[in-house]
Structure formats: structure tokens, C-alpha cells
């Protein structure tokens, strides 16, 4: 018993001077705190995939009743900022020079073709530059015009008559918010940032400094000290989830539609792999640039660009879909999107949560048997 209540004072010990160091250390600081707020703040209000107020040239070139009827509904929606123009070459220069992304023309025959059987046709020319945006304002822009064609044909009685008419449902994100796609993911971002950034620095710092060395000449065992490290930014990087969380459906207004525990209990798994490559780069790399460098190219950037966060990993070659196994974040972005926007999807969250376990398992016990060789 005794040696048991020595080990437990020994961790708590152990724990209480991790905490002390991560108050004293401003970068530690900047890097739990700051920065997830900074992150959050950016991809919040500032970072969106949605094409809203595009700007677009409108050319009739025999304006008219209709020509206007048309422009006007293009005005009174948020997805463009029309600015009508006379002529083609005017319209073809705006958008070399890039101030607008589209044109919209209207051939002078506009209003006698629209009454015919088989339509007016409208000319679009879209900048693709951005492959995105083009996509995104073609199909606003086919959009606006069935809706314009829809509504004339309900004030004059008429049937508007399509071969086929598609009937949309959009589940889980209805209003199509880029922000409720993004906002979860950085539960991921931010938990990297904290459980392998930081923990890969500090670590390294205390190689460079003689602390790690001073601790080997107490009772303390190297479990203990590791054990000590992961409670620490276990817990910080539980408050840095919480947070995120919090802001996410308090302040943007994303809605958490799956159960919080079980959030909770894969953010812990993924917490764990964290650390555990943190920890296992600090027995790699004992300088902090390093270490630092080696952390974010190894498990920020893939966490970024590489896990579903931003980009479709479907849409991605065959090589890289591959490739996108062995980073963690991968797993758990999957889980914190279907938990926000979709709910308690078993079927999406109990394989990943495997994966976690088994990565969580992994570099654990790297960290373990590679610190054990190196230090006893």
C-alpha cells in the first residue's frame, strides 16, 4: 500500500508540474488558447466555400419588359451583385480584369424567342479560374433562371413545361452553411494542435533544457512521468474541445444533432492518439525546431489538408485516398461531422472510433518502449 500511495503522490506531483510549467509558458499559452481562438474566429466569419453577392455583368442588348423582369430577379437575390452593361466587349473586359465573375447576355431576339415554343435561350460565361466558384455560380445562375421561367408561367396560368422536373432534399445541412461544414472539423485542427504540437514541443524543450534528465534522478519511474505529461494535456486539451464546442453551437449557431458523451468519448480516443505522436516525436527529436517541424508536417498539415476538413477525400486521387489512412484526424473529422449535422450514425462512428483506439494503442506504446530504451 505504501508504494501505491507513493506513486499516486509522485504522479499528482507529476501532474501538478506539468500544469505549473504550462501556466508560466507563453508560447504553451498562445498555442492552447490563442490560436484555437484565432482558428475558430477565421474559419467562423472569415473563411467560407459559399458563393454569395457574385459579382455578374448583365448584357441585354435590346432591353425590354421582360429583359428587366429578369435582371430584377437576379437583383433581389443574395447569390449576385449584377451590374448591367451595354455591350458584349464591355462585359468580356470586366471579367478579364476581374471585376466581375460572369455575364449573363440577352440576345437582342430575347422577347419574341420567349414566346415560342421552344424558349429563349440565355448566354452564360463564367470565369473559371476558380473551379469552384465557376460551378457553384453556373448552377445559382440555372437556378435563378428556372425559377424566373417558373414564376412567369404561374402569372400567366400557363404550365411551364420540362421533360423533368427535380424535386431537391438536402439532409443534414438544409441551408448548405459552408460555416456548419467547417466549424465541427476544427475540433480536430485545434485538439492536433494541442495533444501533438504542443506536447512535441514541450517535450523537446525539456531534453534541451536538463529538466527531463533531473527528473530521471527521483524515485519518479519514466511511466509515471509520461503518465504525468498525458493527464496534464489530456485535460488541456479536453478544455480546448470544450471550447470549440461551446462557440460552435453557441456562437455560429451549429447544431449538434448527436449525443455530447459520445462526442466526449471519441474527442478523448483521438486526444490520446495526439498525444501519443507528440509525445513519440519528442523521443524522435530532442531539439524543439525539430521536433516543431517534424509535428507540423506530420500531423498538423495532414490533419488540414488531408482528413476530410476542407477537402473530399473522394475527390481526391486514388494515391493520396490511401494515404489518408494513417492520418489520425482523418477518423475522427468523420465522427465530429456526423455527430454535429447527421446525429449518433453507429454505422459512420463505431469504425472510427476503432481506428482511434488502435492508433491511440499504437503510438502509446511506441512512446513507451522507445523512452524506456533511451532513458533507463
Keep these: 500500500m505504501s508504494s501505491r500511495h507513493g506513486s499516486a503522490m509522485r504522479l499528482k506531483a507529476l501532474v501538478r508540474k506539468e500544469f505549473l510549467q504550462i501556466v508560466r509558458d507563453p508560447s504553451s499559452i498562445a498555442i492552447a488558447f490563442l490560436m484555437p481562438l484565432f482558428l ?56 478579364r ?79 448548405m452553411k459552408s460555416r456548419d461544414f467547417l466549424v465541427p472539423g476544427l475540433v480536430a485542427i485545434i485538439m492536433t494542435l494541442i495533444g501533438a504540437l504542443l506536447t512535441a514541443l514541450v517535450m523537446a524543450r525539456e531534453w534541451e533544457r536538463g529538466t527531463l534528465e533531473a527528473l530521471l534522478v527521483t524515485p519518479a519511474s519514466m511511466s509515471e512521468i509520461l503518465l504525468g505529461k498525458i493527464v496534464a494535456y489530456f485535460v488541456l486539451g479536453t478544455g480546448g474541445m470544450l471550447l470549440t464546442v461551446a462557440l460552435a453551437v453557441w456562437q455560429f449557431g451549429v447544431p449538434l444533432r448527436g449525443s455530447f458523451w459520445l462526442l466526449w468519448v471519441c474527442a478523448s480516443l483521438f486526444l490520446l492518439a495526439a498525444l501519443g505522436m507528440g509525445l513519440t516525436i519528442s523521443t524522435l527529436a530532442r531539439n524543439q525546431f525539430v521536433a516543431g517541424q517534424i509535428a507540423i508536417v506530420g500531423t ?30 482523418r477518423y475522427f473529422v468523420s465522427i465530429v461531422q456526423t455527430l454535429f449535422l447527421a446525429g449518433d450514425v453507429w454505422a459512420i462512428v463505431l469504425p472510427n472510433a476503432l481506428a482511434l483506439l488502435l492508433m491511440a494503442l499504437f503510438f502509446l506504446g511506441v512512446t513507451w518502449r522507445k523512452s524506456r530504451k533511451r532513458l533507463e
Excluded: K
Aim: proline share 5%.
Design 97 to 175: 480584369e476581374g471585376t466581375v465573375n460572369a455575364i449573363v447576355r440577352l440576345r437582342a431576339n430575347f422577347t419574341e424567342q420567349l414566346r415560342r415554343a421552344d424558349g429563349a435561350p440565355i448566354q452564360v460565361i463564367v470565369n473559371g479560374v476558380d473551379a469552384n466558384t465557376a460551378r457553384l455560380t453556373l448552377g445559382y445562375l440555372e437556378g435563378a433562371w428556372g425559377n424566373w421561367l417558373a414564376r412567369r408561367a404561374e402569372a400567366s396560368g400557363r404550365a411551364l413545361n420540362v421533360p423533368v422536373q427535380m424535386e431537391q432534399r438536402i439532409w443534414f445541412n438544409s441551408e
Design 300 to 329: 498538423f498539415l495532414p490533419a488540414f489538408l488531408l482528413s476530410g476538413f476542407i477537402f473530399d477525400i473522394d475527390s481526391m486521387p486514388l494515391a493520396i485516398q490511401a494515404f489518408t489512412h494513417v492520418v489520425v484526424a
Design 40 to 95: 475558430l474566429l477565421l474559419f467562423g466569419y472569415g473563411v467560407s466555400l459559399d458563393a454569395d453577392h457574385v459579382p455578374v455583368a448583365f448584357v441585354a442588348e435590346q432591353p425590354s419588359a421582360d429583359s428587366r423582369d429578369f435582371e430584377s430577379s437576379l437583383r433581389g437575390s443574395h447569390y449576385f451583385a449584377v451590374s448591367p452593361l451595354r455591350t458584349m466587349p464591355e462585359a468580356e473586359q470586366a471579367l
